[in-house]
């Protein structure tokens, strides 16, 4: 029988919709501290200054996808008893943490979506490459995806903890 979805499951959906809402968002933003570079950049089309997740590496769009996948899993079936207890929540927690692990290194690497020479160009020119409001927004949804998964492994141990038996002193 299906039960309602716990707080947890609640909060892997809700990390899985924030994943998916990020995906549609500014990924990548071009910017400089020079005005005339500044000037320069809003003279571009708005596709060549930001840039959508679909065109970052691996490591942009993979952690969402991810963690939509496993949060809508979660919240479709986490309150079924045999998957429960046959390792969603742990399978969840190792989910969100790769998840989280490719969102710091796609943050770490950002600049990689360029080119070499396209960094050198960038670099010459004084431009930086800055996060997006989905790139944060997908941070967020990893961060609240592990605090949720690790939540879940925690009531399931709860859950299945049994009491041991009283021993007797001779």
Do not use: K
């Not at 998840?99 to 070499?116: M, V």
């Not at 431009?127 to 690790?150: D, E, M, N, P, Q």
Request: aromatic residues 8%; glycine residues 10%; contains cysteine.
């Amino acid at each position: 029988m299906i039960a309602r979805p716990s707080w947890q499951g609640i909060g892997g959906l809700a990390a899985a919709v924030l994943a998916v809402i990020s995906l549609f968002l500014p990924w990548t933003v071009l910017s400089s501290a020079n005005p005339d570079v500044q000037a320069a950049l809003a003279e571009l089309p708005p596709g060549d200054v930001t840039r959508s997740v679909w065109r970052a590496t691996f490591l942009g769009w993979f952690p969402p996808l991810l963690i939509a996948a496993a949060g809508g899993t979660v919240a479709a079936i986490g309150r079924i008893h045999a998957a429960r207890t046959g390792g969603l929540p742990q399978l969840w927690l190792i989910a969100a943490v790769v998840a989280a692990l490719c969102a710091a290194f796609g943050w770490i690497y950002i600049e990689w979506q360029f080119g070499a020479e396209e960094r050198a160009v960038l670099e010459a020119s004084g431009v930086t490459v800055a996060a997006g409001t989905g790139r944060y927004l997908g941070a967020l949804a990893a961060l609240a995806s592990l605090v949720f998964a690790v939540l879940d492994v925690r009531a399931l141990r709860a859950e299945t903890r049994r009491r041991r038996p009283a021993r007797r002193r001779r």
